[in-house]
């Protein structure tokens, strides 16, 4: 299978391109939009030193890779028809890919930054790495613009990222290394001593190549706790999914 390259059982199978399993009961509706998938390849031995010892770093081709998403938040409570007020906001994620003790495969986020004070506080609550900054998004002229500066009592950061989209990957999901870094169903937190698993459901990524003209993200790694990279990302570009977020289960 490709992706399965390492003796060591690190590597990672090709995730389907939709969800293998629904989520029937979501806690909250959202919207990923306008996102910008960034990956970087690392040693998998740096990568295993920021990720808990219960999970599993996967790799593709020998390497753990490392990815930053901006992209536009809206959140939408199940029953509710609309979006309410400040609910949609601007998110950064630093993320990995791993698998837990079942050898269920997952998201672990490294570092998370968003401007809506609200949703750190709920999202921390559950172990997830948030922090708040000041963000923007600007889509203009084929070009979208990712910003960030420091927020209230964050500390230093920042980072700025310019995306140029390109053509639709044929077939849109991409082959075995864009689904290794898209196409993930679930994300691992830790509350406390407990490992928890969040599900998600949404149709296949439409991914389109993308130029990345600016790439100011040293802070992120620097707060993620890896060296930042020296090399231009691999880069993907999606207008957005719909997604189904379902309840968090405790991993045993």
Do not use: K
Request: aromatic share 10%; proline share 12%.
């Amino acid at each position: 299978m490709p992706g399965t390259d390492r003796p060591d059982g690190r590597a990672g199978g090709v995730p389907p391109s939709a969800a293998p399993h629904r989520v029937r009961v979501p806690t909250n509706i959202h919207r990923w939009d306008a996102i910008s998938f960034l990956h970087w390849p690392f040693a998998p031995a740096d990568v295993e030193r920021v990720v808990p010892d219960d999970l599993r770093v996967l790799t593709h081709d020998g390497m753990a890779w490392v990815s930053v998403t901006p992209f536009v938040m809206c959140v939408r409570p199940p029953g509710v028809a609309v979006v309410p007020p400040r609910w949609t906001f601007p998110e950064t994620n630093v993320r990995t890919y791993v698998a837990g003790p079942d050898g269920r495969e997952g998201l672990w986020f490294l570092h998370m930054e968003v401007t809506a004070l609200w949703f750190v506080v709920a999202l921390r609550a559950l172990g997830l790495p948030y922090v708040r900054r000041w963000m923007s998004v600007e889509v203009d002229a084929g070009q979208v613009a990712y910003r960030s500066r420091p927020g209230p009592s964050s500390g230093a950061g920042g980072h700025e990222i310019l995306v140029r989209p390109g053509a639709e990957l044929e077939p849109p999901e991409g082959g075995a290394w864009d689904r290794f870094v898209t196409a993930r169903w679930a994300a691992f937190h830790r509350r406390g001593p407990v490992l928890l698993r969040t599900p998600v459901e949404h149709r296949a990524w439409r991914l389109r190549v993308a130029e990345v003209t600016t790439c100011s993200v040293d802070a992120l790694f620097g707060r993620a706790g890896l060296v930042p990279p020296s090399v231009p990302p691999r880069a993907h570009f999606s207008s957005g999914v719909q997604v189904r977020v379902g309840v968090p289960t405790v991993v045993r």
